[in-house]
């Protein structure tokens, strides 16, 4: 597994919609492993593979201290209730601000190996999917707040 350097804001990178993983293969199993490596050095929970420079629908989510949750090509397909609370983000170093987010989803997506499945989350782990699918879809979580739009704005970033 290596740590790769992680896409900040102002990087026109973040901005693109990443393409579906067509192939489930060795690269692939690479990217996961070193995504999750580069995730938890830099003492985040969730990662897409925009944010190391990937154009692909890929996300690596930590669920608790050994349990990751590697997600590959997601769809939404249910959400419920909103709530509002605090997010940051590796490719945002040292902001934070309240997002109104799903307290529960439910997503189907595929494994590294192509395997299909569906996940079902509440709370904090739901706004951790949703922020990462929202990475996947060039939508970062400073685009959904005022208090977000005046940081890109002070920060001249978009």
Known sequence: MAIRK???IGNATLRKKSKPVVAYDEELGTLLDDMKATMLERKGVGISAVQVGVLRR?????LDDDQFLEVVNPEILKTRGKVLASEGCLSV???YCDVER??????RAFDRNGEAFEFEAKD????????EIDHLNGVLFVDLTEEGKNYKALNGVE
């Open 124 to 131: 904090y782990i739901a706004r951790c999917v949703c922020h």
């Open 102 to 107: 799903p307290k529960y989803v439910k997503i």
């Open 58 to 62: 890929a996300i690596v989510i930590q």
């Open 93 to 95: 170093p040292g902001f």
């Open 6 to 8: 992680v896409v900040r």
